[in-house]
């Protein structure tokens, strides 16, 4: 089982920046997908960007050139740097580790909100 706790959502105005980190217990080993995913008030939860266990990225065409995701495989944790923050950047965002190659398994963070004021 691996459990997720997510850091550094908050309050920012439009332009600024904020770091989301994600570190799993006990380990991201055999993590296939480690992603960032959000969820706005009254929408559905969708994909922000991922990187996987090779290193290959990606991201939602909204926030391509503004978010960069990262793993440190060291720390156990991945990271969600978001740059350029809009309005609708604002959402409650969740880590997400999918082993489902791996024992079928699917885990989610607690959430962590991030409000973008303009």
């Known amino acids: 089982q691996v459990q997720l706790v997510e850091s550094g959502g908050g309050l920012v105005q439009a332009g600024g920046s904020l770091r989301l980190s994600c570190r799993a217990s006990?380990?991201?080993?055999?993590?296939?997908?480690m992603g960032w995913y959000r969820q706005a008030s009254g929408g559905q939860r969708e994909l922000v960007a991922l990187v996987t266990a090779g290193g290959n990225k990606h991201y939602a065409d909204s926030v391509k050139g503004r978010f960069t995701v990262s793993r440190d495989s060291a720390k156990n944790t991945w990271y969600l740097q978001m740059n350029s923050l809009k309005p609708e950047d604002t959402a409650l965002y969740y880590c997400?580790?999918?082993?489902?190659?791996?024992?079928?398994?699917?885990?989610w963070g607690q959430g962590t909100q991030v409000t973008v004021s303009s």
């Open positions: 006990p380990s991201i080993f055999s993590i296939d997908f």
């Open positions: 997400n580790a999918d082993r489902t190659k791996v024992d079928g398994t699917d885990y």
